[in-house]
C-alpha cells in the first residue's frame, strides 16, 4: 500500500465548476500535510498547509481529517488557470524533513 | 522572498563527464534537499541536509554525491551517470527538519547521453 494515495484522475470539469481532490495517508504518525500544485515541466509550489481546523485561502478549501487519515482539497469557481497536477504532500513525526508525495492529480479546466 | 535558484536549467552530458548541480537559498532555511523526479511522477527524496551536514541519504549510488559548503548553497556533483538517470533534478529548502514547508526550485533539466 502506497503511504500517500491519490486518485490521479485525470480530472476535466468546465470553468466555474466545483472539483475535489482527496488523498488518504497510511501512518498514522504524520506530522504535517500540504498541497503542492506542479505545472507540466515546472517545479512543484506549495499550494496550502492543511491543519485540523480546516483553512481556506481564496476558492482553495483545505480540511484534515486525523481519524479517518484523509485530506481534501476543494477548488471552487474554477478558471482555466487551475490546470495543474496537485500533488498531496505528508511528513512524519520523526522529523527527518522528508516529504511523502501521493502520485498527484491531474486537473485540466476547459472553457 | 521564497525563492531557491538552481543552475544549470538544462544540462546534457556524456556517461564519462563530470558535472555539477547547484541550488541557492537566501531565506536563512537551515535545511535543504535535492530530489529527483521522472516524468508523470512525483519527485523521490535523495538527500537531506540539516545544519549543513547530510542527514539522510536515501540509498542514492555514489555517481550522485551531494555537497553543502555553507547553509546557503547546495550541489550536486555527477560523475559516470547512466542514461537512466536523465531527470529533473529538484532543490529545496525549509527553515528545519519539523517545520517542513519547503520550498523548490525550478529544477535542472539532465540528459544523460
Known amino acids: 500500500r502506497k503511504e500517500v494515495e491519490q486518485d490521479p484522475g485525470p480530472f476535466n470539469v468546465p470553468e466555474g465548476a466545483t472539483v475535489a481532490f482527496n488523498c488518504t495517508y497510511s501512518?498514522?504518525?504524520?506530522?504535517?500535510f500540504f498541497w503542492y500544485r506542479q505545472d507540466c515541466r515546472k517545479e512543484p509550489k506549495l499550494l496550502m498547509s492543511?491543519?485540523?481546523s480546516g483553512n481556506e485561502d481564496g476558492r482553495f478549501t483545505a480540511q484534515l481529517n486525523r481519524a479517518s487519515q484523509y485530506i481534501s482539497l476543494l477548488i471552487r469557481d474554477s478558471k482555466l488557470s487551475d490546470s495543474a497536477t496537485y500533488l498531496c504532500?505528508?511528513?512524519?513525526?520523526?522529523?527527518?524533513?522528508?516529504?511523502?508525495f501521493g502520485q498527484g492529480t491531474t486537473l485540466q479546466v476547459k472553457p | 522572498d521564497t525563492e531557491v535558484t538552481q543552475t544549470p536549467k538544462h544540462l546534457v552530458m556524456g556517461m564519462t563527464n563530470k558535472k555539477s548541480l547547484k541550488c541557492e537559498q537566501h531565506?536563512?532555511?537551515?535545511?535543504m534537499y535535492w530530489y529527483k523526479q521522472k516524468a508523470k511522477k512525483p519527485p523521490e527524496l535523495m538527500f537531506v541536509?540539516?545544519?549543513?551536514?547530510?542527514?539522510i541519504n536515501e540509498s542514492v549510488p555514489s555517481r550522485f554525491s551531494p555537497e553543502c559548503p555553507n547553509s546557503s548553497l547546495l550541489n550536486l556533483h555527477l560523475h559516470a551517470l547512466q542514461p537512466e538517470d536523465s531527470a529533473l533534478y529538484l532543490c529545496?529548502?525549509?527553515?528545519?527538519?519539523?517545520?517542513?514547508?519547503?520550498?523548490f526550485g525550478q529544477g535542472t533539466r539532465l540528459t544523460v547521453v
Open positions: 541536509y540539516s545544519y549543513e551536514k547530510l542527514s
Open positions: 501512518n498514522s504518525a504524520s506530522q504535517s
Open positions: 504532500v505528508v511528513t512524519l513525526w520523526s522529523n527527518t524533513g522528508k516529504l511523502i
Open positions: 492543511v491543519y485540523s
Open positions: 529545496a529548502s525549509s527553515q528545519g527538519l519539523s517545520y517542513t514547508e519547503a520550498f
Open positions: 531565506m536563512g532555511h537551515r535545511a
